[in-house]
């Protein structure tokens, strides 16, 4: 079951939008799929890196790490948070900064396989 997390704007949920910063979004949107692909579980955390200084995509990242995220969905990602997703074997996934959450989780699962 694939757990997914995208740097979004607020505390929207699935109607919320993906924000234009991966590592200073606001708040990461966490979507649980069972195996066929159907939402099982979804909810916000707020984002440690928003507001900091310098390596705001690794205090992201770390966040992520700690949620035991499968997928991290962004409009695109810093070298050092790239490099700790991929060592984690985090999959990372570009989308467009203002698509609707509900409509970035059916292009991850496009992208991996579940539709």
């Known amino acids: 079951m694939p757990k997914i997390a995208i740097a979004s704007n607020s505390k929207g949920g699935l109607e919320d939008v993906v924000a234009s910063r991966f590592g200073r979004a606001p708040t990461f949107t966490i979507i649980e799929l069972d ?3 159907n939402i099982i ?8 890196g928003v507001n900091a200084p310098g390596g705001a995509g690794v205090k992201a990242v ?6 035991g995220v499968d997928i991290a969905v962004g409009p695109s990602f810093g070298p050092n948070a790239k490099a ?8 990372a996934i570009t989308i467009p ?12 699962k496009r992208e991996i396989g579940l539709t």
């Open 84 to 91: 700790i997703l991929d060592e984690m074997n985090i999959k």
């Open 97 to 108: 900064a203002g698509t609707k959450i509900s409509e970035a989780i059916e292009y991850v």
């Open 35 to 37: 195996d066929k692909g």
């Open 62 to 67: 770390q966040a992520l790490i700690n949620e």
């Open 41 to 48: 579980n979804v909810k916000v955390i707020e984002n440690p």
